[in-house]
């Protein structure tokens, strides 16, 4: 596609259950990120790709959350035993180098997670 | 630590009143500077890139600055299409892999 595909939009969950995030870089595109954006609040890094490796997995914010790509294309957030506290979007963003030379990240319209 | 703030959170101007929407940083060395564009129940846009103290951008009725310590975004004669929320961004020498968001500035244009 042209742009950056994320699914699912929404996801309802209850508390305690697992769900997988789904992102679809822009073709081509070797770097790979998704960050957290809580209501009202600004983004949250959590994971960076770089093909297939993910050298910077700092934000991640506890061993609950887990990222994986393969075939340097699609990418998967898992988040088990989901908490209350992680309702947010969860925005994913392709780029084209790393270190990024322009600072332009190609963003998705994001998954929304309600954790009830 | 790597740190952006954003002022204010939010501002509501009259069609063709320009104002500046100002980004506070202090970070271990800056490769760069980044200006973005977020719609309701959207994903950021890129607008610029600024790398040096100095250093000034324009698109349309936008305009970005950035000194050592802060950025600024001018607006000037702003129309209601204009109304979104703009985020700036770091990207720091030190961990080159991670840009750093602030909390948005939330622009409202009254026609």
């Known amino acids: 596609g042209a742009g950056v595909s994320q699914s699912p939009s929404n996801k309802v969950t209850e508390k305690g259950k697992d769900v997988e995030l789904r992102c679809d870089p822009i073709?081509?595109?070797?770097?790979l990120y998704w960050y957290r954006q809580s209501l009202g609040q600004g983004l949250e890094f959590l994971i960076y790709?770089?093909?297939?490796?993910?050298?910077?997995k700092s934000g991640l914010p506890s061993d609950r959350f887990s990222a994986e790509r393969t075939g340097g294309s699609v990418s998967t957030l898992t988040i088990q035993r989901t908490q209350q506290e992680d309702s947010a979007v969860y925005l994913c963003?392709?780029?084209?180098?790393?270190?990024?030379?322009?600072?332009?990240?190609?963003f998705g319209e994001g998954s929304r997670l309600t954790v009830l | 630590e790597d740190q952006v703030t954003q002022s204010p959170e939010a501002l509501r101007l009259q069609e063709g009143e320009s104002s500046s929407l100002n980004c506070s940083y202090t970070?271990?060395?800056?490769?760069?500077l980044f200006w973005y564009r977020q719609d309701p129940g959207k994903g950021p846009e890129f607008l610029f890139t600024?790398?040096?103290a100095g250093e000034e951008k324009e698109k349309e009725r936008l305009k970005a600055t950035l000194t050592k310590k802060e950025s600024f975004l001018h607006i000037t004669a702003p129309k209601p299409e204009d109304s979104a929320t703009y985020l700036c961004?770091?990207?720091?020498?030190?961990?080159?892999?991670?840009?750093?968001f602030g909390s948005g500035t939330r622009l409202s244009i009254r026609p």
């Open positions: 963003a392709s780029s084209l180098a790393s270190p990024l030379v322009t600072g332009e990240l190609f």
């Open positions: 073709s081509g595109h070797t770097a």
């Open positions: 790709f770089q093909g297939n490796s993910a050298p910077d």
């Open positions: 970070v271990s060395g800056l490769r760069g």
């Open positions: 600024l790398y040096s």
């Open positions: 961004a770091v990207q720091p020498y030190s961990s080159a892999s991670k840009i750093i």
